[in-house]
Nanobody, 118 residues
Framework: QVHLVESGGGLVQAGGSLRLSCTAS????????LGWYRQVPNKAREWVAT???????DYAESVKGRFTIWRDGAGNTAILQMNSLKPEDTADYYC????????????WGQGTPVIVSS
C-alpha cells in the first residue's frame, strides 16, 4: 500500500522560507511523478509544483521563481523549498504521487499546514 509522509509545514513571517518534504513508499514500481498541491477552506485544491522521474519540473505561475522542487533519496522523496513566502501562500499543502501515466495524482498525503503571517 502506498504511503506519502509529509513534514516541514509551520508558521513563518512574510518573506521567510519553509521547506516541505514528502517521502513516498509502498509501490513496487517507481513513482513517475511527485508533486505538491495546496488548499484553503472553501476553495478547490490547486496544483503547486510537479517533478517527474526524469527530473523535469513544472510550477504554477503564482509560485514560479519562489518555489523549487527536487527529488532525493533514490527518487522517492520530493522536497519543496518555498522562499519569499506571502500571506496568500497560506494553505494546507498536500503531497501527491503518480505511479502510472495518469495526468492526475493517484495517491495523496494527509497534508501539512503552512501559515504565512503578514
Amino acid at each position: 500500500q502506498v504511503h506519502l509522509v509529509e513534514s516541514g509545514g509551520g508558521l513563518v513571517q512574510a518573506g521567510g522560507s519553509l521547506r516541505l518534504s514528502c517521502t513516498a513508499s509502498g509501490s513496487s514500481a517507481s513513482f513517475n511523478k511527485l508533486g505538491w498541491y495546496r488548499q484553503v477552506p472553501n476553495k478547490a485544491r490547486e496544483w503547486v509544483a510537479t517533478i517527474t522521474i526524469r527530473g523535469d519540473t513544472d510550477y504554477a505561475e503564482s509560485v514560479k521563481g519562489r518555489f523549487t522542487i527536487w527529488r532525493d533519496g533514490a527518487g522517492n522523496t520530493a522536497i519543496l523549498q518555498m522562499n519569499s513566502l506571502k500571506p496568500e501562500d497560506t494553505a494546507d499543502y498536500y503531497c501527491a504521487a503518480t505511479v502510472g501515466l495518469s495526468a492526475n495524482p493517484e495517491y495523496w498525503g494527509q497534508g501539512t499546514p503552512v501559515i504565512v503571517s503578514s
